[in-house]
């Protein structure tokens, strides 16, 4: 594990240049989500790696995953999908086309809602959002391991914990 962070990184470059532009300007802001965003764009690739030998990327793995977390009978409408995964009821309405060719999930009409549909999760699709979420852990893991102690990465979640929670 390495535990000594790079002495400059590209973060602390844009920060730099900001600093000879506009010397009035406090960057720190700048040095944390920039940091984040890199990261998040980073991870993003890592993941959708681990997830491709499963013949889905992050999109579709966490409409299933959401479905898997919702507990038996794994099964949730368009709406509070859409509202659990923060995206658009088209861009849901596509992933949901894919995922239900593949026989990862079915759609159903609503028992209770006659204008409304049930998407449920297949076994299959149990046992494929089984096999990938622990691929994608795996390469967190990784990451965070290669960084960080497990004290530091526990510290550093309640930190985000703390910052999410503010700018929510």
């Known amino acids: 594990m390495n535990t000594q962070p790079p002495a400059h990184d590209p973060v602390d470059a844009i920060a730099a240049q900001w600093a000879v532009v506009r010397p009035d300007l406090d960057t720190l802001p700048m040095a944390v989500f ?8 980073a991870m993003r690739g890592k993941v959708d790696k681990a997830y491709a030998p499963y013949g889905m990327a992050l999109g579709e793995f966490d409409v299933l995953a959401t479905l898997r977390r919702s507990g038996e009978p794994y099964t949730l409408s368009p709406r509070e999908l859409t509202a659990t995964l923060m995206i658009t009821t088209g ?3 596509g992933r949901l086309d894919k995922l239900e060719k593949a026989g990862l999930l079915t759609r159903s009409p ?4 006659r ?3 049930r998407v449920t999760l297949t076994e299959r699709g149990r046992e494929l959002v ?6 994608g852990l795996a390469r967190q893991r990784e990451a965070l391991e ?3 102690t497990e004290e530091e990465a526990r510290q550093l979640a309640g930190l ?3 910052l999410l929670a503010t700018t929510a």
């Open 110 to 113: 609503d028992p209770n809602d």
């Open 115 to 117: 204008r409304g549909l």
């Open 34 to 41: 920039g940091r984040i965003y890199r990261l998040a764009a």
């Open 91 to 93: 861009g849901m309405t």
């Open 130 to 135: 089984d096999q990938a979420v622990g691929a």
């Open 160 to 162: 985000l914990r703390k």
């Open 146 to 148: 290669g960084a960080l």
